[in-house]
């Protein structure tokens, strides 16, 4: 991410990763098995990022933005 996106990309990729984490942990009763697995999802994708660069491919791309979603959507 620092390469393609400069400096200020790891910046607002974690700024963007901690807002997930915050909107997914917050959610309603009703979703707490949501909740959980898109922290679960998200979290394998991050794990997967270490060894692959999983965010520039263009269909793991918008599986990232639609976990993104969901979470602030709760």
Do not use: K
Request: charged share 10%; glycine share 6%; hydrophobic share 60%.
């Amino acid at each position: 991410i620092a390469l393609r996106m400069g400096p200020l990309g790891p910046v607002a990729f974690a700024w963007l990763i901690f807002r997930f984490y915050h909107d997914a942990r917050v959610c309603s009763s009703g979703s707490a098995a949501l909740c959980a697995g898109l922290i679960a999802a998200m979290s394998a994708a991050l794990v997967h990022g270490l060894v692959d660069q999983f965010y520039f491919w263009p269909d793991l791309a918008f599986a990232f933005w639609i976990l993104v979603a969901l979470a602030r959507d709760n």
